[in-house]
């Protein structure tokens, strides 16, 4: 099957037909991604410019919550690329933090994509790698593109170890980083001592430090990666970050928004930051305004906004689901490419309007 799957069919009708509809597993989204950080990284790049120019729809995400069960949620992220991509689709992503209790993951995802011809599903893809993908690239490029004007980090610090910290750590490698130290600090000593045996199975050559307080590895750490699950802003001491790290704010709700006052502020999307009880969010409501938020990664890209290196300076990422949109739409091109994508024939059966 051809990357374009509906080529030959219009080319011959000029009218658009009912695409065929695949469901693609989670192991075969993996062997997609797996080893190809530098080209998801620059993907992901793209899609943030495609964003910041206008030619992409991504409204609001929707969160259902649950009254019997306050810290789990269901976030729906409907998007729409324009573009070379061309494909509209939904990413339908759980939380459960209480599964780690069991011995499962918190997150579950499904993605589907739609043909923007015809507004037909054509794929149902497991999402969670996806979501931890482009989470992690999203991450590496925002570590390259902010530390262009400052010494590049060479001390790295994982707040939060589970499987985020995990995808951004093997992205940072996959794209060049090296760090001299590695620290980690997770409120679960197992999951800290999971994350250092990872470190050291990945073969990687820094001196790695679990450290029992996030004073420590937030004061020695040139990049910090925040990768929790916390629900409100836990770090509110101003003088941990004297030594102006960069930050990943990757879990959104770990700084007070004293922090952020402080700092250079960066995001993937302002009003789609600054909502959610996101501390960006919790920074606008003290303030009564946005003057603290500096621009875009977009921008920094373009080079409309410079991060100076005299201050702490803080990526938010909200998660965008048009960057789900296009690492699913780069999976299923490859999943198609290798022939191996797995058609339900009959998905669709009322294809004639009257029978």
Same mark, same amino acid.
């Given at each position: 099957?051809?990357?374009?799957?509906?080529?030959?069919? =219009?080319?011959?009708?000029?009218?658009?037909?009912?695409?065929?509809?695949?469901?693609?597993?989670?192991?075969?989204?993996?062997?997609?991604?797996?080893?190809?950080?530098?080209?998801?990284?620059?993907?992901?790049?793209?899609?943030?410019?495609?964003?910041?120019?206008?030619?992409?729809?991504?409204?609001?995400?929707?969160?259902?919550?649950?009254?019997?069960?306050?810290?789990?949620?269901?976030?729906?992220?409907?998007?729409?690329?324009?573009?070379?991509?061309?494909?509209?689709?939904?990413?339908?992503?759980?939380?459960?933090?209480?599964?780690?209790?069991?011995?499962?993951?918190?997150?579950?995802?499904?993605?589907?994509?739609?043909?923007?011809?015809?507004?037909?599903?054509?794929?149902?893809?497991?999402?969670?790698?996806?979501?931890?993908?482009?989470?992690?690239?999203?991450?590496?490029?925002?570590?390259?593109?902010?530390?262009?004007?400052?010494?590049?980090?060479?001390?790295?610090?994982?707040?939060?170890?589970?499987?985020?910290?995990?995808?951004?750590?093997?992205?940072?490698?996959?794209?060049?980083?090296?760090?001299? =130290?590695?620290?980690?600090?997770?409120?679960?000593?197992?999951?800290?001592?999971?994350?250092?045996?990872?470190?050291?199975?990945?073969?990687?050559?820094?001196?790695?430090?679990?450290?029992?307080?996030?004073?420590?590895?937030?004061?020695?750490?040139?990049?910090?990666?925040?990768?929790?699950?916390?629900?409100?802003?836990?770090?509110?001491?101003?003088?941990?970050?004297?030594?102006?790290?960069?930050?990943?704010?990757?879990?959104?709700?770990?700084?007070?928004?004293?922090?952020?006052?402080?700092?250079?502020?960066?995001?993937?999307?302002?009003?789609?930051?600054?909502?959610?009880?996101?501390?960006?969010?919790?920074?606008?409501?003290?303030?009564?305004?946005?003057?603290?938020?500096?621009?875009?990664?977009?921008?920094?890209?373009?080079?409309?906004?410079?991060?100076?290196?005299?201050?702490?300076?803080?990526?938010?990422?909200?998660?965008?689901?048009?960057?789900?949109?296009?690492?699913?739409?780069?999976?299923?091109?490859?999943?198609?490419?290798?022939?191996?994508?797995?058609?339900?024939?009959?998905?669709? =059966?009322?294809?004639?309007?009257?029978?």
């Amino acid at each position: 099957m051809t990357t374009d799957r509906f080529t030959s069919t =219009e080319a011959a009708s000029d009218q658009p037909a009912v695409p065929p509809f695949a469901v693609i597993s989670g192991a075969q989204v993996k062997n997609a991604l797996q080893g190809r950080e530098k080209a998801v990284v620059e993907l992901v790049e793209a899609t943030y410019r495609l964003h910041g120019s206008g030619r992409s729809v991504n409204p609001p995400s929707s969160f259902l919550r649950f009254p019997d069960r306050p810290s789990s949620r269901i976030i729906a992220l409907p998007a729409s690329i324009g573009g070379d991509s061309r494909v509209d689709g939904l990413k339908w992503i759980s939380s459960f933090p209480r599964n780690v209790e069991s011995g499962i993951p918190r997150a579950s995802a499904v993605l589907i994509l739609n043909d923007h011809a015809t507004g037909y599903p054509f794929a149902c893809m497991e999402s969670s790698i996806i979501s931890a993908t482009r989470t992690a690239a999203s991450a590496a490029a925002a570590a390259d593109w902010l530390s262009r004007d400052r010494q590049r980090p060479t001390r790295v610090g994982f707040f939060g170890a589970g499987l985020i910290a995990r995808y951004i750590h093997t992205f940072l490698a996959g794209t060049g980083w090296s760090f001299d =130290e590695i620290g980690v600090h997770d409120v679960s000593p197992d999951s800290a001592a999971g994350f250092r045996l990872y470190l050291e199975q990945s073969g990687t050559d820094g001196r790695i430090t679990v450290h029992d307080s996030a004073r420590e590895l937030i004061r020695q750490s040139d990049l910090v990666v925040f990768a929790t699950i916390a629900g409100e802003p836990h770090v509110d001491d101003l003088s941990w970050f004297v030594h102006n790290p960069l930050v990943l704010h990757v879990s959104l709700r770990d700084l007070a928004p004293q922090i952020l006052l402080a700092s250079t502020n960066i995001v993937d999307d302002v009003d789609h930051c600054l909502r959610a009880a996101t501390s960006p969010h919790l920074t606008e409501q003290l303030t009564g305004n946005r003057d603290f938020v500096h621009g875009t990664l977009d921008d920094v890209m373009a080079g409309r906004v410079h991060v100076p290196a005299d201050r702490p300076a803080v990526f938010s990422p909200f998660g965008l689901g048009v960057l789900d949109l296009a690492v699913g739409k780069y999976v299923y091109d490859e999943v198609a490419r290798a022939g191996e994508l797995r058609i339900i024939d009959d998905f669709f =059966e009322e294809l004639r309007r009257y029978g």
